[in-house]
């Protein structure tokens, strides 16, 4: 760690995974192989819903949009991360880190939110089915996503411009990618205030659509065990399912490495749960909505 104010800094050095150096080849081949997998099931995903006319509904354009946002997500981090699997520590230039963050957090947060819009859909969908076609028209659907995008694009300018523009007193960045929690290790002299602004963002980012979710689902939920046929409570339930368990998947292990104090970070933990929301859950994502959906099943047979 180089002592003293980094401010003219102009690259800084990934760490990866030294602890497993002797992994890295395997590790290299499991990653590349589960980033083509990634790109070719959500490609298969969008190609279909696009080409069949009877997957034209709102829960299915949102699914588009969730899979083009995990392969931009996945695609930010990961060539960085087979690189440094090949050379072992990589130098990334100052701009590259910036927009790396910056990217990284735009989409995570955009999934946050669309995945919030997504439960919106199911509420309305069976809370209000006679009115469904009404509320969730394509323009309030193309509104929801516009919105996510707002979001994703204005969380990751701020968390970007005031990370880059703190003093820094080291170049070493303990991760396989330009992350925030490890990033705070660079940063001089006290950095409470900058951990209670990254838990203050996460709060907005992450707990406040999640709690939108856990409203919608209390409702849809009340209003299912309401319904008096036990085969279209079933119904009811299984178009909810996928959703709950991306939702599941997707901000476990977001919030427990968002929604923390810096003093409770372990670096090998935290590389761990980064690879799995951001590498595995983009390819199970697909997988879960094409083995549990019918219509996607259907349209996959045609």
């Not at 996945?74 to 440094?84: A, D």
């Not at 406040?208 to 065990?225: M, N």
């Amino acid at each position: 760690m180089i002592l003293g104010n980094l401010s003219g800094l102009s690259e800084f050095r990934l760490l990866g995974f030294p602890e497993i150096s002797h992994l890295h080849p395997l590790l290299f081949v499991v990653l590349l192989s589960l980033y083509i997998l990634t790109l070719m099931a959500n490609t298969v995903i969008v190609f279909i819903i696009n080409s069949d006319n009877t997957l034209h509904t709102p829960m299915y354009f949102f699914l588009t949009q969730l899979s083009c946002l995990d392969i931009c997500y996945l695609s930010v981090i990961i060539p960085t991360i087979l690189e440094n699997l090949l050379v072992g520590t990589v130098s990334i230039s100052k701009t590259r880190c910036a927009l790396q963050m910056f990217f990284f957090l735009f989409f995570g947060v955009a999934e946050c939110f669309l995945l919030a819009a997504m439960s919106l859909d199911r509420y309305f969908a069976i809370c209000y089915p006679l009115h469904y076609t009404i509320i969730m028209s394509s323009r309030v659907c193309r509104s929801l996503v516009a919105g996510s995008y707002i979001c994703g694009a204005a969380v990751g300018l701020v968390h970007t411009l005031t990370t880059f523009s703190s003093p820094l007193c080291g170049s070493t960045i303990d991760h396989f990618f330009c992350e925030i929690q490890p990033f705070l290790d660079l940063h001089c002299g006290n950095t409470s205030l900058r951990e209670i602004q990254v838990i203050v963002v996460a709060v907005f980012a992450i707990l406040s659509p999640f709690l939108l979710i856990i409203y919608s689902y209390i409702r849809i939920i009340s209003t299912i065990l309401r319904m008096a046929s036990a085969e279209s409570r079933q119904k009811a339930f299984s178009t909810c399912s996928s959703h709950l368990l991306v939702v599941a998947l997707f901000y476990g292990t977001a919030s427990s490495m968002y929604l923390r104090p810096k003093h409770s970070y372990c670096a090998s933990v935290d590389k761990f749960l980064s690879l799995s929301y951001s590498v595995v859950t983009p390819l199970l994502n697909p997988i879960i909505y094409s083995l549990r959906s019918k219509e996607v099943k259907g349209a996959l047979k045609k």
